[in-house]
């Protein structure tokens, strides 16, 4: 009863179209009623706490970064240098794509910023090149979500404050689970590739490469201070974020000299807005938390999956189909924070690492983003492009179909990423 008390309530706010955060409250407020002991002021003191994290200062620092870079030039001087390294090849635009999601992902943790920046830069080059469009948007959404897994990640911050699991061990083991979904989608491109009749453009000379390589150098140092500065504990993944804005504004302002005074409020102001939407998303579902911890939910989530406790993988599995239906009604911010304390309990139950059940869940989470209905990634491409999302739909269904092929096999073989997470770590 306790359940459906939760989920009822929490569902039927959001049918009648109540935003999502407040939708939480609602679900929180409900369930006090439920367990009776319903009080205003617990209710506004957990909304406090909620948003009173440390950890959670990486957010807009990370938003903040990513939105100077794409205005700051760093963005495009990122989709330059992959222009001139695989741009030649056949369906070279497409990779093009994945090489500069992969570097953009290390700069940015944000997919829709990401994406946002591919889709205007490449996606009218592939049009006018030649490739289907619809195919071209579904590459270059499904290309954006690698940015929630290669760190630096506002997914796996959000993560690790709702789970109590260290940041920075998330950050390294989503590393190569993160390169994994940009192979994937690699060799689905040059699969759909073949089929099309599009000429390659000439090679770059090598004089161009060293030119963009040098223009880009600034803006490839970044992930490098940020995953050192993390490995040998010079500072926290917060610390790291603004350490990430810092270094961007800097670079965009003083040796790009493509910010302005009247960009850099509006960079400030849209950055400020995003933020705003996820810290009261954050704030209102603590309360829920709370209530699902004090309402015993995960004693029944626990017994509920009983069958598959003996099993790591069957239980994983089973999780990882429940957050892919989940995905495609709910943004990956409130699945996030709706989930994870009523799964982990069960995790920790059945003894599964939460590093890597973390690395799983935000990946999983991550796709979500490009599953219709909802898919805020395919939102952002059929916008910039200004296509149908029926037709987005179906361009990214290979690259998705390909990306989920991975994180099943991630399943089935967890040393994929336990074994370079501790690498990484030591």
Known sequence: MTIFIFLGSLLGAMAL???????????GAA?????????????AQNVINGADSFPLLAVPFFML????MNVGGLSRRIVNLALTLVGHKRGGLGFVAIVAACMLAALSGSAVADTAALASLLLPMMVRAGHDKARAGGLIASAGIIAPI???SIGFVIFGVAANVSISKLFLAGIVPGLLMGVSIAVAWWWVAKQENVTPPPPATWAERVHALKESTWALVLPVIVIVGLKMGVFTPTEAAVVAAVYALLVSTLIYRELNLRQLHEVFVAAAKTTAVIMFLVAAAMVSAWLITVADIPSKMIALLEPFMGNQTLLLMAIMLLVIAVGTAMDMTPTILIMTPVLMPVVKAAGIDPVYFGVLFIMNNAIGLITPPVGTVLNVVAGVGRMKMDEVTRGVLPFMTAQFIVMFLLVLFPALVTVPAKWFAN
């Open 17 to 27: 179209g109540v935003p999502i955060a407040y939708a939480l409250l609602v679900s």
């Open 31 to 43: 369930l006090m009623w439920h367990l009776d002991m319903f009080d205003a002021q617990i209710l």
């Open 65 to 68: 970064a990513g939105e100077i």
């Open 150 to 152: 290669i760190p630096p």
